[in-house]
Nanobody
Framework: QVQLVESGGGLVQAGGSLRLSCAAS????????SAWFRQAPGKQREFVAA????????SYSDSVKGRFTISRDNVKNTAYLQMNSLKPEDTAVYYC????????????????WGQGTQVTVSS
């Protein structure tokens, strides 16, 4: 079992920045992937970014590439999502998720999820 606790959401103006954190505890190893997904009202949950804890390779959706950066702190067992140049369309509940193995972008392939944190970007 892996427990995930997210933090860092909030209200920000367009063009601003936020950093989300996802602290993992429980049965964690170096061979897992942390990912961020988001779900806006009335829309399906979508992939945002992922990072592999062994080696640090990353993947981003086209909609956030160049604006968001995913990273991890191996000592703190925490993954981060630095979000810059935020747009109103980034408004959503952001979820942290974990799976073992290789990076995937489909939410059903992730086994553990955090509770979600709200990000609201005003225009």
């Amino acid at each position: 079992q892996v427990q995930l606790v997210e933090s860092g959401g909030g209200l920000v103006q367009a063009g601003g920045s936020l950093r989300l954190s996802c602290a993992a505890s429980g049965r964690t190893t170096s061979s897992y992937v942390s990912a961020w997904f988001r779900q806006a009202p009335g829309k399906q949950r979508e992939f945002v970014a992922a990072i592999h804890w062994s080696g640090g390779s990353t993947s981003y959706s086209d909609s956030v590439k160049g604006r968001f950066t995913i990273s991890r702190d191996n000592v703190k067992n925490t993954a981060y999502l630095q979000m810059n140049s935020l747009k109103p369309e980034d408004t959503a509940v952001y979820y942290c998720a974990v799976r073992y193995g290789i990076m995937r972008s489909q939410d059903y392939e992730y086994d553990w999820w955090g509770q979600g944190t709200q990000v609201t970007v005003s225009s």
